[in-house]
Nanobody, 123 residues
Framework: QVQLVESGGGLVQAGGSLRLSCAAS????????MGWFRQAPGKEREFVAA???????SYAGSVKGRFTISRDNAKNTVYLQMNSLKPEDTAVYYC?????????????????WGQGTQVTVSS
């Protein structure tokens, strides 16, 4: 069984930065694709970014150039560096792990999810 625990969320002013972490336990993430998703109030969960087992990355258009996904397999952790935050980035951010080869990580292919961390950007 794999557990994913997100951290690093909080309240930040527009233009600020946050770094989210997703720590995995129960299995190494080195052979998996990892993704970040978010869900704003009243909206569907949406893809934010993904990183493959070979370190290939993919981003949603709305965050490209502002967010950076990375992984540290030695720490079994995936990160999401978020810069130039906007109020529309306010959401609960979820980490996902996929054993499958599909990339970027489709929401339907995620095998495990974290519990989410709240990010609130004030204007």
């Amino acid at each position: 069984q794999v557990q994913l625990v997100e951290s690093g969320g909080g309240l930040v002013q527009a233009g600020g930065s946050l770094r989210l972490s997703c720590a995995a336990s129960g299995r190494t993430i080195s052979t998996t694709n990892m993704g970040w998703f978010r869900q704003a109030p009243g909206k569907e969960r949406e893809f934010v970014a993904a990183i493959s087992r070979t370190y290939k990355t993919s981003y949603a258009g709305s965050v490209k150039g502002r967010f950076t996904i990375s992984r540290d397999n030695a720490k079994n952790t995936v990160y999401l560096q978020m810069n130039s935050l906007k109020p529309e980035d306010t959401a609960v951010y979820y980490c996902a792990l996929s054993y499958r080869h599909s990339f970027p990580v489709p929401e339907s292919s995620a095998d495990y999810w974290g519990q989410g961390t709240q990010v609130t950007v004030s204007s």
